[in-house]
T-cell receptor, first 112, second 113 residues
Framework: NAGVMQNPRHLVRRRGQEARLRCSPM?????VYWYRQLPEEGLKFMVY????????ESGMPKERFSAEFPKEGPSILRIQQVVRGDSAAYFC??????????FGPGTRLLVL | GESVGLHLPTLSVQEGDNSIINCAYS??????FIWYKQESGKGPQFIID?????DKRQGQRVTVLLNKTVKHLSLQIAATQPGDSAVYFC????????????FGQGTRLTINP
């Protein structure tokens, strides 16, 4: 039973480019969450999605960031026109309804 | 606003000793708490959770204690092993809410041989 899958594991982008991070939830899970982690800090909530719906995006920056969880396929976190401050580890978690969140291995984004 | 913090950023213990990692939370509406373990370069790994209607919960070698009066959470690890070396995070949420987790800063646990 595969856990939460994220790809790519490492992503390097130059300033101004776009970053697309993918997350496939655990089998049977329909709730996906994205978190961001800076070095030596805890994870910060970004967005909570169910299939085709954004439930809570209170942690998403107002500009350049978007997320989706389509009916088919993985959840996507998209960062447009990346800046150096976007460099971080981005973690996806999945759960069933009101159940424990299980995390993926993360995507380490480096903006040059 | 909501916040979850830890008393100690680093903890060093001898192999075989017991470890206690502490966490304070400020949101009195939080009713679900989780401990995660994060090894270098990996995602957080679920250890144990507890709901606010409980004071104590035990797992394999781990125990979580919840003191709602002082808004304090602790993780006890019995007979620590080298593989326990990691950063430990407490997280809180409200079950009735959107389930977003609020994480603390983390405590780095190192095991001395």
């Amino acid at each position: 039973n595969a856990g939460v899958m994220q790809n790519p594991r490492h992503l390097v982008r130059r300033r101004g480019q776009e970053a697309r991070l993918r997350c496939s939830p655990m089998k049977g899970h329909s709730h996906v969450y994205w978190y961001r982690q800076l070095p030596e800090e805890g994870l910060k909530f970004m967005v909570y999605l169910q299939k085709e719906n954004i439930i809570d995006e209170s942690g998403m920056p107002k500009e350049r960031f978007s997320a989706e969880f389509p009916k088919e396929g993985p959840s996507i976190l998209r960062i447009q026109q990346v800046v150096r401050g976007d460099s971080a580890a981005y973690f996806c978690a999945s759960s069933g309804l009101k159940e424990t969140q299980y995390f993926g291995p993360g995507t380490r984004l480096l903006v040059l | 606003g909501e916040s979850v913090g830890l008393h100690l950023p680093t903890l060093s213990v001898q192999e075989g000793d017991n470890s206690i990692i502490n966490c304070a939370y400020s949101n009195s509406a939080s009713d679900y708490f989780i401990w995660y373990k994060q090894e270098s370069g990996k995602g957080p790994q679920f250890i144990i959770d507890i709901r606010s209607n409980m004071d104590k919960r035990q797992g394999q070698r781990v125990t979580v204690l919840l003191n709602k009066t002082v808004k304090h959470l602790s993780l006890q690890i019995a007979a620590t092993q080298p593989g326990d070396s990691a950063v430990y995070f407490c997280a809180e949420s409200t079950i009735q809410g959107a389930q977003k987790l609020v994480f603390g800063q983390g405590t780095r646990l190192t095991i001395n041989p």
